[in-house]
């Protein structure tokens, strides 16, 4: 008798990239891949380092596209059959494909989070708390900005942002793990978390899928030469 075909692992492949420190001519080249409604939403950043990361962002993810030999849709939108996700942060953006399931990317500055007790009260479960409470000085911070990336990058998976309780999300970690979930948000064990530091940012992916299928992560960072150049 045959042995039943397994699944091949999900691929996810995840682009990295520095936004901050661009020349005129290369920020305009990457504006020119921008379809009109995003240079719209481009211009009503008020921050430059905000509005370049929005351009930088989005045209990493039609890169990512053509990189990848994946269509783009409308307004650089991802086929219906694949889940596609980004993020800008200050200084830092990265776009996450898998082949199947659904991702979320998430990325935050480590200098981002003016007061950190305040939002570890709100989007922190008792035992992550407790994990913040006991780690060493000066590594707090970095925790919580970990817990709050892997949060978030849930959520977007989801497609709920903000509007997901974030302490019903409850992580681990060593491995980073999710243990517990709100409802309708899948079993913990559905869910593959990673996560990495890119400087003085974080940088954490989540990705749903049937519990037990193999995962390969493929992270990889990318030039803003390389991006312009189109290679
Ligand atoms: C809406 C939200 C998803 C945006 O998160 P963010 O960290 O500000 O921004 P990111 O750059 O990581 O992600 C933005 C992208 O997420 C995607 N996105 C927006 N809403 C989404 C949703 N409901 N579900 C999934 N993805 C969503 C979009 O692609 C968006 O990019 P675009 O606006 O350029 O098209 C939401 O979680 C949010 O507003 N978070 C606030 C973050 C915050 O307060 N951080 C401080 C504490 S460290």
């Known amino acids: 008798m045959r042995e039943p075909h397994a699944s091949p692992p999900i691929d996810v492949a995840i682009h990295v990239m520095s936004s901050d420190a661009f020349l005129r001519t290369e920020y305009e080249l990457l504006e020119s891949e921008l379809c009109d409604a995003e240079l719209d939403r481009a211009r009503r950043f008020r921050s430059v ?3 370049q990361a929005y351009v930088a962002a989005h045209a990493l993810q039609r890169w990512q596209f053509a990189r990848l030999g994946v269509p783009a849709g409308e307004r650089g939108a991802p086929p219906a059959d694949r889940r596609a996700s980004l993020t800008h942060a ?3 953006v990265a776009c996450a494909l898998a082949s199947e399931g659904a991702v979320g990317v998430d990325a935050e500055w480590l200098g981002g989070v003016a007061d950190l007790s305040a939002v570890a009260r709100h989007a922190l ?9 006991i780690a060493a000085p000066g590594e707090a911070r970095e925790l919580f900005i970990r817990f709050w990336t892997a ?4 959520s977007k998976a989801l497609g709920q942002g903000l509007a997901l309780p974030f302490e019903g999300i409850v ?5 980073l ?3 517990a979930l709100p409802p309708a948000c899948g079993h913990p064990h559905e869910w593959h978390l990673e996560d990495r530091r890119v400087g003085d940012h974080r940088l954490a992916l989540a990705l749903r899928r049937p519990e037990g299928r193999g995962v390969v992560v493929r992270w ?3 030039t803003l030469e390389r991006l312009v150049r189109g290679t």
């Open 49 to 51: 380092r905000h509005r």
């Open 90 to 92: 200050d200084g830092l």
């Open 125 to 133: 479960a008792p035992g992550e708390q407790e994990c913040l409470r």
């Open 151 to 154: 949060k978030e990058a849930v």
């Open 171 to 175: 992580l681990a970690q060593d491995p």
């Open 177 to 179: 793990r999710v243990t």
């Open 220 to 222: 990889e960072t990318v």
